[in-house]
C-alpha cells in the first residue's frame, strides 16, 4: 500500500510509519519544518513539506496522487490555544478529506480523541474547543465517500507497547493508552475491512491487538 501520513512528525505519527515501513508499505509523511526531515527518513518514510494550515486543495491532492490510503494524525498539539484547535484539528482534516477525495484516495483513517461526540463537562476553553474540533472532523469525515475509520484513543502515554488493548464502538470505558499500541491499532485497521464506516474507542485492556481488531 501507499499510505500518506498528515502530522507525518507526531509521536504517533512516526510509530506508525516505521511499522507501516518494515511491513513493506510505501509511506509518506506531511512535515512542515525541513528540520525535522531527518526523523521522518529515519523510519522509512518520505517526508513532504506542507503545512495544512497554509496550503490548498489542490497541493495537497497533487501529494495523495496514487496513494491508497491517508491517515490524518495532524493536531495542534500542547500549548497550543483554541483557535488552532480548529485551524489544525478541524479544517486540517477537513481540508486532507477535500483532497483526498479530489486524488480518488479510496481509505482514511482519522484519529480523534476520547470524549469527541459528548458534550464537554471540564471548564477549560482550550480543551473545549479540541473537543468540539475533533467531533466536527468526525461528522465531515462520516459524509465522505471514503472507506473510513474513526480512531478515538485515551489519555496517551509514552509507555513501551504492550499490544493489548480494549477497542470498541462507543460508548467505552475511559482510560491511557500507550502511543506505541495507538500506531500498532491503526496499523492494523488500515487494512482490516471490517472496520470501514466505524468509530472505535481505543484503551489498554486484555485483548491482543490483531484480535481486538478482527473482533469489530
Known amino acids: 500500500m501507499r499510505i500518506v501520513i498528515a502530522g507525518g512528525h507526531g509521536k504517533i505519527a512516526l510509530l506508525l510509519a516505521r511499522l507501516l515501513t518494515a511491513r513493506g508499505d510505501e509511506v509518506a509523511g506531511f512535515v512542515r519544518n525541513p528540520a525535522h526531515f531527518g526523523d521522518v527518513e529515519a523510519t522509512g518514510a518520505r517526508p513532504l513539506r506542507l503545512s495544512l494550515e497554509h496550503t490548498t486543495v489542490d497541493e495537497v491532492a497533487a ?27 478541524r479544517d486540517g482534516s477537513v481540508l486532507l478529506a477535500d483532497a483526498a477525495e479530489a486524488a480518488k484516495v479510496p481509505r482514511f483513517v482519522q484519529i480523534s480523541s476520547a470524549g469527541a461526540g459528548q458534550p464537554v463537562t471540564r471548564g477549560d476553553e482550550v480543551w473545549a474547543a479540541y473537543i468540539d474540533a475533533k467531533t466536527q472532523a468526525e461528522d465531515d469525515l462520516r459524509t465522505r465517500p471514503f472507506d473510513w475509520t474513526i480512531v478515538r484513543p485515551g489519555s496517551l502515554t509514552d509507555d513501551p507497547a504492550t ?27 488500515l487494512s482490516a475491512p471490517n472496520t470501514i464506516g466505524k468509530t472505535l474507542e481505543l484503551i489498554a485492556g486484555p485483548t491482543p491487538i490483531e484480535a481486538a481488531v478482527a473482533a469489530i
Open 163 to 189: 499490544g493489548l488493548v480494549a477497542l470498541r464502538e462507543p460508548p467505552g470505558p475511559r482510560g491511557a493508552i500507550p502511543r506505541a499500541d495507538v500506531a500498532a491499532v491503526l496499523a492494523t485497521v
Open 63 to 89: 501529494l495523495l496522487d496514487s496513494a491508497d490510503a491517508t491517515v490524518f494524525a495532524a493536531g495542534a498539539g500542547p500549548g497550543s490555544g483554541a483557535a488552532r484547535k480548529y485551524t489544525v484539528d
